[in-house]
């Protein structure tokens, strides 16, 4: 059987999300009870993917190299922590690229899908933007938005514009304590 997927945009999820960027491990910090998120998902049959957005890569705010660095800590991190993450995936460029991997674009999810046979269909993303909610329709997956990063505004923006209807949750916690309550419905 096919591998089911948690996708976690990075920025305004796992970490407090930076106007400015994040732009070396100083200035990544844990948001709330983000390890003890992970750390309940760590015992789940799920693999648990990050796929975060960022062109400050592209604008020249930070290398690449720095980048993989920072997610290197992340990981290593979380699993002192006694959680896991399966993977990072990162769309490097500036939305004037019109490349195929910045979310709502599908690429990063779509990868990740080869790479570890993931059925979309039966996995979830939890995201604190629009482009998180409507990159999750677009592979037929679950998203749940967290009121966390730009959580607030990005909602109200998706009320102003008819985007209603999706699960919303206070962090990532509760992202996947909801998770979890669909697992034990069915
Ligand atoms: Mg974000
Ligand atoms: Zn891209």
Not at 40 to 46: G, Q, T
């Amino acid at each position: 059987m096919k591998a089911r997927a948690i996708f976690l945009d990075r920025d305004g999820v796992i970490n407090v999300n930076r106007p400015d960027h994040v732009k070396s491990w100083d200035e990544f910090v844990f948001l709330p009870y983000a390890l003890t998120a992970l750390r309940k998902l760590a015992a789940r049959d799920f693999r648990v993917i990050v796929t975060t957005n960022q062109a400050a890569i592209a604008r020249g705010l930070v290398a690449e190299e720095t980048v993989r660095a920072i997610h290197a800590q992340m990981i290593a991190q979380v699993e002192h922590a006694g959680g896991r993450i399966d993977a990072v995936y990162f769309c490097p460029h500036h939305p004037d690229d019109k490349c195929g991997c910045r979310k709502p674009q599908p690429g990063l999810f779509a990868q990740a899908a080869r790479d570890f046979k993931i059925d979309l269909a039966r996995s979830f993303v939890v995201g604190d933007a629009f482009s998180d909610v409507a990159a999750a329709l677009a592979i037929g997956a679950q998203p749940i938005l967290v009121m966390t990063g730009r959580g607030r505004e990005q909602h109200a923006e998706m009320i102003a514009n008819n985007h209603t209807g999706h699960p919303i949750a206070d962090d990532l916690l509760g992202a996947v304590e909801w998770i979890l309550r669909e697992e034990n419905r069915d």
